[in-house]
């Protein structure tokens, strides 16, 4: 949890940001674009398409950063950014009518290890990639923001524009699925 130093600045900057401050929003861009790829990535499982989508995500959210001089908590500026991604996500599978895959979480971390490691993780991640594409969409979406975006629950609830206690029921019952689903596999 950030501390209140870090809370602080990232307040300022956010403020800056939403008067026109091109560096603050600069700064702001480089703490969050990673994540904000990740989670792309995760969903559409390309890289180049995921690049071109992180982009119009920061353009949108320039073009409509007076829109969060209305909200009361600024902090609120990461989970706007995943609403935006989400809702490009929404554009894209309706204009494209194509499925999305993450089936290639496995590709997005990059440590070095063994390969037995190596070949172990990657059959792991496919397990889990599969478990993850059985469920409903919501389900999917709560997993990916609380596990792979690292957000917490009432930015998912903010980012997806439901409650934090129907984001903490579906990932419930989104893990207990996956728990199910993964004991099968094992077995």
């Known amino acids: ?6 809370n602080s600045h990232y307040e300022f900057l956010i403020q800056q940001a ?4 091109k560096e603050a929003f600069g700064r702001l861009y480089e703490s969050t ?4 790829f990740d989670y792309l990535y995760i969903r559409l499982g390309d890289s180049q398409q995921s690049e071109d989508m992180t982009e119009v995500v920061f353009l949108r959210a320039w073009d409509n950063m007076p829109e969060l001089r209305k909200k009361k908590d600024r902090l609120l500026f990461r989970p706007w950014l995943y609403r935006i991604a989400h809702n490009l996500l929404i554009d894209h599978w309706r204009s494209q009518k194509v499925e999305y895959a993450i089936d290639q979480v496995d590709q997005i971390s990059s440590q070095t290890v063994s390969p037995e490691k190596m070949v172990e993780k990657r059959e792991n991640a496919h397990q889990i990639s599969k478990a993850i594409q059985s469920l409903d969409e919501s389900s999917q979406m709560v997993i990916s923001c609380r596990f ?3 957000m917490g629950h009432r930015e998912i609830a903010h ?7 129907h984001v903490r029921v579906l990932q419930y019952r989104a893990l ?3 728990k199910n689903i993964l004991g099968e596999n094992n077995e």
């Not at 939403?18 to 401050?21: A, F, K, L, P, R």
């Not at 980012?159 to 206690?165: T, V």
Request: aromatic residues 0%; hydrophobic residues 40%.
């Open 148 to 150: 792979i975006a690292d």
């Open 18 to 21: 939403i008067e026109g401050d």
């Open 159 to 165: 980012a997806l524009g439901i409650s934090e206690g």
């Open 33 to 36: 674009a990673s994540q904000i």
């Open 1 to 6: 949890m950030p501390d209140v130093d870090q």
């Open 176 to 178: 207990k699925k996956l």
